[in-house]
């Protein structure tokens, strides 16, 4: 069959039009593609196809930007108006919300808003540590950043349209050089604290259904009493997902402090699964049962079915803790005005309970630590020095792309083989070798056990109170102020 009649077919068999609207389907496909239409072929996606015929007929210049728009545009062709999406979602939500979830998840891959092929690229495993198994993953999937883009953007002072990535206005948007194409990029309305929010799924997922929760308006992330109820909120309304909240500061924080998200998603991170370290009591909140997560960050956890009494007893904590000082560890609450205290706020559910973990978070720096004290120590640089997010926080390394190929160097060095390891693996290696025999049989098994390691003693670093006496002396004054 021709290409364009056979991707028109695919498009009407989508549901997003109706089998008299062929014609006019394949003439939005020529008006993007050209006029000319080739045999289809087996081995290559269609849209891939038709993305190639538009570089070969002229109507697009042979640039990944470019690619990128019109993949996007042919893939909106079988997307619903967003209208559509939202009350298909709303009326599969009355049948049950894991029901309009999973339409929506597959809508989203369908229409390739979720890259699909490009995530199953990722490096994934699990390896335990004293902290139980954690989780390590390359990220391969999000492509390099177009270098037209990169210079557009050194001289581009005009205002920005959409303001950012997560703006509700990137719905449906074509995309241009440093701004990413959103035609297929559809997000469901969400009333979450009285205000207009939206759900949409993460094109380049870290983990499974890997969603975001975003404000309706551009305003910078903040963490107090309100995102607590804001969490109970989508979880009442999405119980099958967690929910949490990077830290609403630098350092500690995520890529997007300028626009008020959470994230959420179906996946059971190792952190969910630590247990109590040292149970604690709350008098004036008797319906929370509370502790110290046995975890390398500093983490409380708050269980209740009562969600008042949770939000109080949270936003009690939050609030001791931004004010919080220890002198003897480092930790320190102000520099003049300057406010270096929050937390990471994760929630999910446990049948009726509501569980919430606050990870404390400070964000100070020294001559010693110019990056962060409570960040990713140098020795480690070589495998992470990115900030430590909410996804790490919780137990899976997001880990650059770079170590896909440094690290197959490091497994040349360690078999005897001619390589070319890179000076700042080095040590590790050596390190690595002298405490272990390594063959070619358990080279593999070797690397990631020790990258493992490695993602612990990260999660140690960013720890405000470390796993030893001092620490634990250290979680014993505070916990005294709550």
């Known amino acids: 069959m021709k290409l364009m009649e056979e991707y028109a077919d695919k498009v009407i068999a989508s549901g997003a039009y109706e089998p008299l609207d062929r014609i006019y389907v394949l003439n939005k496909i020529r008006a993007l593609v050209g006029d000319e239409d080739v045999d289809a072929q087996t081995a290559q996606p269609l849209v891939a196809q038709l993305v190639d015929l538009a570089v070969k007929h002229g109507q697009i210049e042979d640039g990944q930007t470019a690619r990128e728009i019109l993949n996007d545009q042919l893939y909106d062709l079988m997307t619903p108006r967003p209208s559509v999406v939202n009350n298909t979602f709303w009326e599969k939500y009355q049948q049950s919300p894991t029901t309009a979830t999973d339409w929506f998840y597959k809508l989203c891959t369908r229409n390739d808003y979720v890259k699909v092929a490009a995530i199953k690229k990722n490096v994934v495993f699990d390896k335990p540590t004293k902290y139980g198994n954690l989780e390590i993953t390359i990220n391969l999937s999000k492509p390099e950043k177009d270098p037209k883009a990169i210079a557009a953007a050194a001289h581009d002072t005009k205002k920005k349209y959409p303001q950012c990535a997560l703006c509700m206005e990137n719905e449906g948007y074509k995309g241009r050089l440093g701004q990413a194409a959103r035609s297929n990029h559809r997000i ?34 903040k963490i107090n009493r309100q995102t ?13 997902y967690f929910v949490g909240s990077n830290a609403d500061l630098p350092i500690v924080g995520g890529s997007m402090l300028a626009h008020e998200h959470y994230q959420g998603g179906r996946h059971v991170f190792p952190m969910m699964k630590a247990t109590i370290k040292k149970p604690l009591h709350f008098a004036e909140y008797p319906a929370v049962e509370a502790g110290i997560v046995n975890w390398p960050m500093s983490d409380l956890r708050l269980t209740s079915a009562d969600a008042g009494q949770l939000i109080d007893l949270g936003t009690h904590i939050i609030d001791v803790w931004d004010h919080y000082s220890d002198e003897a560890l480092s930790i320190k609450a102000f520099d003049g005005g300057t406010r270096h205290h929050t937390v990471t706020p994760i929630m999910h559910r446990d049948g009726e309970k509501y569980v ?53 160097e490091v497994k040349k060095f360690w078999l005897g083989q001619e390589n070319k390891i890179a ?14 025999t390594i063959t070619a049989k358990n080279v593999d098994e070797v690397l990631e056990q020790e990258l493992a390691n490695v993602f612990a003693n990260v999660l140690e670093n960013a720890g405000v109170f470390k796993d030893d006496a001092a620490g634990q002396a250290g979680w014993e004054r505070f916990v005294a102020q709550l």
């Not at 094109?203 to 975003?214: D, G, V």
């Not at 000076?423 to 272990?436: F, N, T």
Request: hydrophobic share 40%.
């Open 188 to 221: 469901i309305r969400m009333t979450i604290g009285g205000k207009q929010w939206g759900f949409q799924y993460s094109p380049y997922a870290y983990f499974n259904e890997h969603c975001i929760f975003l404000y309706g308006k551009h305003e910078p992330m």
């Open 228 to 240: 607590l109820v804001n969490l109970v909120e989508i979880e009442n309304q999405l119980p099958a």
């Open 356 to 408: 919430l973990d606050l990870v404390l978070r400070d964000n100070n720096t020294s001559d010693q630590y110019p990056l962060g004290i409570f960040h990713p120590h140098e020795k480690l640089w070589h495998i992470k020095k990115e900030n430590i997010g909410l996804i790490e926080v919780m137990g899976r390394a997001i880990l650059p792309a770079r170590l896909k190929g440094e690290l197959a």
């Open 423 to 436: 000076d700042s693996h080095l040590a590790w290696a050596k390190e690595v070798q002298s405490s272990q």
